[in-house]
């Protein structure tokens, strides 16, 4: 997994993050469906806002845009219902081309086992398998895949040719360009013609949120093996560096205001606040109002303390559970995982597993790292755990889990415009 975008579970409400993990399987399994299980691995955190932002433009029901999956390990072996359709596609034939840009980038540089031959031979040959592949998916979706390739390949004459002290943007300019694409076609996609021009720029300026935060957090190692930076190259310091990336994110913000969405919650999580905390991982948070932080003229507080908890945010809050004599047949909500060892609200406990089961159970849950990083259910009595991480404070949650902070880093309160997740009276 890699990318920018790294929202943590206690910043999203119940019904927040599993649509982002609907997103996340939903991707990986196209990916898996078009391209074959090594494209699994070109599974990314960034890629799936594709999927996420084809979803929220679309006024259709929740159903045409969920299916259910099979068990797999990093779910507990349990089956859930995850994104599918056109969004998912494209996400997957992004994922797959921007992968391939990635590993030829590596090849080329002769990054650390791709300076060895036999191994630069086969990543070249998976990166001309999966330039096809992502081309003929992507086509199924009305999308040009050669635009991010064209983009790719303009990348690296403009490293080559540029003059020490020239600007940083002219090093995103194939970035922003590629990502504008790619989120602008989300709006064909939906239906929404309209959203297409806000959307190319909030994509545009992702991409160069995305390539500044990359030359940022790789700039010490790049110095150390005497690597190609775009900062160092261009001399551009840090603190112009954070600058460009808190205008893109400003940016984001208000392009994200042009666009019309069926529910906007997600979207404007990841884009809106994510972003920033992407920015704060890099860089520090940043310094602003302290009237963000004590309130408006009543003295009370903003951000996290007026917001409560993530789960009580207006729109955020899970569907009430049915009452205890509805019909137990009815048919389980698509936000709600279901299959073995998970009990769905109002249902019976499951029984638990025999000792022979259960140690096969805990094997498999222990090889993929679940007793550890994951809420799963229990091998033996399949009750609900934390995994150990969780239990132990050990995560490395930036958060601090407190609620909301939905001021956290902002210039004024802008940032929460559209939101409703807390009162923000600065």
């Known amino acids: 997994m890699f990318g920018i975008i790294r929202p943590c579970r206690h910043r999203l409400s119940e019904r927040l993050q599993t649509s982002w993990m609907a997103h996340l399987c939903g991707l990986c399994l196209a990916l898996r469906d078009d391209h074959g299980q090594l494209a699994r691995t070109a599974t990314n955190y960034d890629g799936l806002i594709i999927s996420v932002l084809v979803e929220a433009q679309a006024a259709r029901e929740d159903s045409s845009w969920r299916r259910t999956a099979g068990p797999c390990p990093l779910r507990g072996m349990r089956t859930a219902s995850v994104a599918k359709?056109?969004?998912?596609?494209?996400?997957?034939?992004?994922?797959?081309?921007?992968?391939?840009?990635?590993?030829?980038?590596?090849?080329?540089?002769?990054?650390?086992?791709?300076?060895?031959?036999?191994?630069?031979?086969?990543?070249?040959?998976?990166?001309?398998?999966?330039?096809?592949?992502?081309?003929?998916?992507?086509?199924?979706?009305?999308?040009?895949?050669?635009?991010?390739?064209?983009?790719?390949?303009?990348?690296?004459?403009l490293e080559r040719s540029l003059a020490p002290g020239g600007s940083v943007?002219?090093?995103?300019?194939?970035?922003?360009?590629?990502?504008?694409?790619?989120?602008?076609?989300?709006?064909?996609?939906?239906?929404?013609?309209?959203?297409?021009?806000?959307?190319?720029?909030?994509?545009?300026?992702?991409g160069r949120l995305a390539?500044?935060?990359?030359?940022?957090?790789?700039?010490?190692?790049?110095?150390?093996?005497?690597?190609?930076?775009?900062?160092?190259?261009?001399?551009?310091?840090?603190?112009?560096?954070?600058?460009?990336?808190?205008?893109?994110?400003?940016?984001?913000?208000?392009?994200?205001?042009?666009?019309?969405?069926?529910?906007?919650?997600?979207?404007?999580?990841?884009?809106?606040?994510?972003?920033?905390?992407?920015?704060?991982?890099?860089?520090?948070?940043?310094?602003?109002?302290?009237?963000?932080?004590?309130?408006?003229?009543?003295?009370?507080?903003?951000?996290?303390?007026?917001?409560?908890?993530?789960?009580?945010?207006?729109?955020?809050?899970?569907?009430?559970?049915?009452?205890?004599?509805?019909?137990?047949?009815?048919?389980?909500?698509?936000?709600?995982?279901?299959?073995?060892?998970?009990t769905p609200p109002g249902g019976k406990p499951p029984h638990p597993r025999n000792l022979l089961a259960g140690c096969a159970v805990w094997a498999l849950m222990a090889c993929t790292c679940q007793l550890l990083c994951c809420d799963h259910n229990d091998p033996f009595s399949r009750e609900r755990r934390e995994g150990f991480c969780q239990r132990h404070d050990c995560c490395d949650c930036d958060c601090g889990c407190d609620g909301c902070d939905c001021c956290d880093g902002c210039d004024g309160c802008d940032c929460c415009d559209g939101c409703d997740c807390c009162d923000c009276s600065c």
């Open 85 to 157: 359709g056109e969004g998912a596609r494209l996400a997957a034939a992004v994922s797959l081309a921007l992968a391939s840009v990635k590993i030829r980038d590596h090849v080329e540089d002769r990054d650390g086992v791709f300076a060895r031959r036999p191994v630069a031979a086969g990543a070249r040959a998976v990166t001309r398998r999966w330039d096809r592949k992502s081309a003929g998916s992507a086509s199924t979706v009305g999308f040009d895949t050669g635009v991010l390739l064209e983009a790719a390949s303009r990348q690296g004459e």
């Open 211 to 342: 390539h500044l935060l990359d030359a940022a957090e790789d700039q010490a190692a790049d110095a150390a093996a005497g690597a190609w930076n775009p900062l160092t190259a261009t001399g551009t310091d840090r603190a112009e560096a954070e600058r460009l990336c808190r205008d893109a994110v400003h940016g984001i913000r208000l392009a994200l205001r042009e666009v019309e969405l069926a529910d906007r919650a997600l979207v404007h999580v990841l884009l809106a606040h994510e972003t920033e905390r992407a920015v704060g991982r890099v860089f520090g948070p940043a310094r602003h109002a302290s009237s963000c932080r004590t309130g408006g003229p009543d003295g009370g507080t903003g951000g996290a303390d007026a917001a409560g908890a993530v789960g009580e945010h207006p729109h955020d809050a899970p569907p009430r559970q049915a009452p205890p004599g509805q019909d137990p047949g009815a048919p389980v909500p698509p936000w709600v995982p279901q299959g073995p060892g998970f």
């Open 169 to 206: 943007l002219l090093v995103t300019e194939p970035t922003e360009t590629a990502t504008s694409a790619a989120f602008a076609h989300t709006a064909v996609i939906a239906g929404r013609p309209g959203n297409a021009a806000p959307l190319a720029e909030a994509g545009r300026l992702f």
